[in-house]
């Protein structure tokens, strides 16, 4: 019997298995971690992420999760043992000034990363263009902030470094192994029957994300996460003009984000959709058993049609000059799983006491290091890293029973049309 069986071995389960065993180590527990993966680990990670690890949020909270996970990154060996290689290139956001040239929201943002030694400062569009070259096009009606700690991972060399922070913490990774029922008893689960037998632990970590509620739902679990889907694009530029070591650009005023990969290619994707009434089209869409997924990595989601290329293309043209004599590399479409809310899914569930849930909703690769550590310790009962930051406010048992008739209240039904509503307020 296993001390805890992970299943699910993206970033977040991986991390969550490599700290978790690392820890049965230093207490000098001889049990084992195994996790489990229904097809090869951090699929997701090598072909569709876009590897942007910035702090800066809305959310406190989140910002100083970002930022200890920002941490984390740059020298991984203090929690997995490895070392692994990042771009430390700095991120610059962008949004609109309102009429008197200011943006208030922003300000007060910078204010509070101060508060937590996160340096997001304003800057003038001359020193925008130095950091970027004049490929960069600016506007006096736009305000722009620097966030120097901003770094950028190279998904393939991380699933390299998960593979190996597995190997080196001793966990039993079991890949091409498919859960088909959980096994429970009152409120503890006992097992799991897979492809590959049946696998018995003391304690398991739901981390299957978007497939959560598929699989949770055979042992009554109502686990609100679905899928969001987001197309991304990739051209060849000349190093010329966007350097390999470009800053990340965070782009609120068309809603895109871009970054540089190395062979001088220019990444776009844009980000989540944050109000409720774009959040409710994916539960519609989707009525909370994941589907899109499923079809990752199959053949018709490896291009995107010439429409979707030239919207990014578009909105590439109002940031950057010369984008239309660059190359198309590369397009596909991806996706986020996202909660009502956007926001993670954390801890003990509230019903089965030995489960433990990790659900990045649309940010896993981000926040991988600190929440697998922040897990890790829930489950062994030794608070650390998880005091500090409100973690219980991302537990799973702020979903009640009602919780998903308030949120489709949110949205009202107007002659056959969803009406917009701002952000979820729940």
């Known amino acids: 019997m296993y001390h805890t069986v992970v299943i699910g071995g993206g970033c977040l389960g991986a991390a969550t298995a490599i700290s978790l065993q690392k820890k049965l180590h230093k207490i000098n527990k001889k049990e084992k971690v195994c996790l489990i993966e229904k097809s090869v680990l951090c699929a997701a990670e090598s072909s569709r992420h876009s590897g942007i690890v910035r702090a800066a949020n809305a959310d406190n909270d989140a910002s100083i999760m970002a930022s200890l996970s920002t941490d984390f990154w740059s020298d991984l060996r203090k929690v997995w043992g490895v070392e692994m290689e990042t771009e430390k290139f700095g991120a610059i956001w962008i949004a609109k000034n309102n009429q008197d040239g200011e943006n208030p929201v922003w300000e007060e943002l910078s204010e509070r990363m101060k508060k937590i030694n996160l340096v997001f400062e304003k800057i003038d569009k001359n020193s925008t263009i130095e950091k970027c070259s004049d490929t960069i096009i600016t506007s006096d009606s736009e305000a722009y902030y620097y966030e120097p700690a901003a770094l950028q991972i190279d998904p393939s060399i991380l699933r390299s470094t998960i593979y190996d922070a597995l190997d080196d913490s001793g966990v039993d990774v079991m890949e091409k192994t498919e859960v088909d029922i959980i096994l429970s008893e009152t409120s503890t689960i006992t097992s799991c029957s897979t492809n590959n037998g049946i696998i018995k632990g003391k304690n398991f970590v739901n981390a299957v994300g978007a497939w959560s509620s598929h699989l949770f739902s055979k042992i009554g679990l109502k686990i609100p996460v679905t899928i969001e889907p987001v197309s991304v694009v990739n051209w060849m530029e000349s190093p010329k003009q966007i350097k390999h070591e470009y800053p990340i650009i965070a782009d609120y005023t068309n809603l895109c984000y871009f970054r540089s990969w190395r062979g001088n290619k220019l990444h776009a994707h844009q980000p989540r959709k944050r109000s409720v009434y774009e959040i409710a089209k994916n539960f519609i869409n989707d009525l909370c058993a994941m589907n899109g997924g499923e079809?990752?990595?199959?053949?018709?989601?490896?291009?995107?049609?010439?429409?979707?290329?030239?919207?990014?293309?578009?909105?590439?043209?109002?940031?950057?000059?010369?984008?239309?004599?660059?190359?198309?590399?590369?397009?596909?479409?991806?996706?986020?799983?996202?909660?009502?809310?956007?926001?993670?899914?954390?801890?003990?569930?509230?019903?089965?006491?030995?489960?433990?849930?990790?659900?990045?909703?649309?940010?896993?690769?981000?926040?991988?290091?600190?929440?697998?550590?922040?897990?890790?310790?829930?489950?062994?009962?030794?608070?650390?890293?998880?005091?500090?930051?409100?973690?219980?406010?991302?537990?799973?048992?702020?979903?009640g029973d009602d919780y998903m008739d308030k949120f489709w209240n949110l949205v009202n039904g107007e002659e056959n049309t969803l009406h917009r509503q701002g952000k979820n307020v729940l």
Do not use: C, W
């Open 295 to 399: 079809y990752l990595n199959e053949p018709m989601n490896q291009s995107l049609p010439y429409n979707q290329i030239k919207n990014y293309e578009d909105i590439a043209s109002k940031r950057f000059s010369n984008i239309d004599k660059t190359v198309y590399q590369s397009g596909y479409r991806s996706f986020f799983d996202i909660t009502p809310d956007l926001r993670f899914i954390l801890g003990q569930d509230s019903k089965f006491g030995n489960l433990f849930h990790i659900l990045g909703s649309g940010q896993a690769m981000k926040y991988a290091p600190v929440l697998g550590e922040a897990v890790a310790e829930d489950i062994l009962g030794e608070p650390n890293i998880m005091k500090k930051f409100d973690y219980k406010k991302f537990n799973i048992n702020r979903f």
